[in-house]
């Protein structure tokens, strides 16, 4: 052994005994303490090294745990409906007649897209404007509005029968289909992120998960998915999925993630739930939501954040809590009905499970998709 890697053990040991006897780190058991002093000035020079060291170290490291930090009580960021008025920061939008409540996410270049219904049994995809105008694009008789990853296209599914349909492609700028894919079924389409087009196959009896990897090209694709329910939740910038299955008579959350054709579960939590779960999973998919259990689950460690709502109220789950980004979620919770107090607007740190009320009386609002 050098001199300089004698004097870096002494140093080390010389800090160990600053530590507590109690002390333990995780996964280890505590050691003897044991004393050495070396030299003030080696000792010195080499803790600005280990300083640095440390210091380059944590930069590298992408799991390092940041502390929260408190929830600010400021109107949310992601868009929402206050009656037939759109908030989405300093944009206020009145709602024209024609469109269906629920927006489907904001899009490149400016706007959102929406639901034409202007008559019974006609919909259509369509753009609405930031002056409150909007316009029809694909083709009529379509729903299923999902949003490309980039938010350039929307896919819908088209319906040709009775049971039969086709999925198109359709270039929200022009307004045109940019490809046509006929199915011998009706698929229900749930999201598009860096995996492909996820859809569901709604059987009689059972739904079937199924996965599109280039969208417009190809075919879908079948996907083993025990006990699925037909609950899904794509965020467009990962690979990561959540969805709901069923095992017996508990309700799961599972995230997943598509390999090699099959689809392979990251993380799952399970309870003795109601008969459907509404899945939610935040933008980096590093998090999934269970609003009735009003918990939030890490996919990578497994650690479960209790949010700090009032124990009698119900989270809504439908519409879903949407966050504004990989750590804040916004969301609605109501009181029992004997309280006779509308439903408030929470926003929620999921690190920390910190909440705070950014709207006393919700009644009239609705969370849109960012």
Known sequence: MTDTETRLRDYLQAQATTVPDTAQGPGFEPLARRRHWPVLAAAAAIAVVLAVSVTFLTRLSGDT?????????????IPYTDGTTLHDGGQRVRMPKGLDAFLFGRLDGGGWLAMSTPRPRQFQAAVLNPDGTFRAI????????TLSPDRKQVAVMHYLTGTRG????VDIKTGKAVSRTPLSHQPTLLGWNRSGLWMANE??????????PQPGSGRPEHLDAPGFEG???????TDTIALTTRQGSDRCLKAGVLRDGALKILRQYCDAGPESVYSVMSPDGRNIVNSHAKLVVDV?????TKLQLPAADEMTDFPPPQFEDANRLILLSTPPRNQHKPPAMYRCDVRSGECAVIQQNATEVTLQEP
Not at 166 to 169: A, G, Q
Not at 203 to 212: K, Q, R, Y
């Open 65 to 77: 745990p940041q502390p929260a930090e408190p929830v600010p009580t400021g109107p949310p960021t």
């Open 138 to 145: 694909g083709p009529e008789r379509s729903d299923g509005n």
């Open 166 to 169: 086709e999925i198109v492609i």
């Open 203 to 212: 059987g009689v009896t059972t739904n079937e998960l199924m996965v599109w």
């Open 231 to 237: 609950g899904l939740s794509a965020p467009a910038d």
């Open 300 to 304: 990578r460690s497994g650690k479960i």
